[in-house]
């Protein structure tokens, strides 16, 4: 059984992550463009790039869970502290399934992952935008790849698998919190802006596999 820590019932007046989803739209649709992806999706990657991919992830990921770890106690990351959503162990499993050792994040990958480290105390709300940018992207687009990678490297979909009884129901869970969070005015317009960061960096990662 899932258990969330919920967010107060009141609503902010113009919910948060709408605001994101429409101030990241066209940036979102230029990261789904990317050859990488896309490639990725018709079966045309490498199992070496894939691996790539994955350590990359694994890197952000890692600096992304340390970071709500450290904040696990503030009004708005607390929320987020949630062993099921976390991804970090299981690009773990996938990149051991895979077998190709040796590899190392690449420059993109660590930059973004010195950004989340750098975040000050006083603007950890806007890890926010970040568990905005991956987690639902991997309860949504995620849930659409798995069965293509599946195709690909039998078995090697632990990154895409989340320990719930429905991803969707999941996903709508997590935005009722985003929506929920006691977030001031000014907090939220600056986790909206950060939202469109997050994308810019994940865009800068996709564009180094290629």
């Known amino acids: 059984m899932l258990f969330i820590m919920m967010a107060p019932v009141k609503h902010s007046s113009d919910f948060l992550a709408s605001r994101m989803r429409e101030k990241t739209e066209i940036i979102h649709n230029q990261v789904e463009k990317r ?3 896309q490639n990725l999706v018709k079966g045309k990657v490498s199992k070496e790039l894939y691996c790539q991919y994955l350590v990359d992830l694994k890197h952000i990921y890692e600096g992304l869970e340390k970071k709500l770890e450290k904040n696990c106690l503030n009004k708005a990351t607390g929320y987020f502290c949630i062993p099921t959503l976390y991804r970090t162990k299981r690009l773990e499993e996938d990149i051991k399934a895979l077998g190709i050792k040796n590899l190392k994040p690449g420059d993109k990958a660590q930059e973004y ?5 750098n975040i000050e105390q006083d603007k950890s ?5 970040h568990v905005y940018t ?3 992207g991997d309860l949504f687009g995620g849930q659409l790849l798995c069965k293509k990678i599946d195709k690909m490297w039998k078995g090697v979909t632990a990154f895409y698998t989340f320990k719930v009884t429905s991803c969707s129901k999941f996903a709508r869970e997590i935005r009722n919190i985003l929506n929920t969070l006691p977030l001031s005015s000014i907090q939220q317009d600056e986790i909206v802006k950060e939202a469109y960061k997050a994308f810019e960096f994940a865009d800068k990662m996709l564009a180094s596999l290629e």
């Open 35 to 37: 050859a990488f992806l």
């Open 134 to 136: 991956r987690y639902l």
């Open 125 to 129: 709300h806007l890890l926010v935008a």
């Open 113 to 117: 992952c010195k950004y989340l480290e």
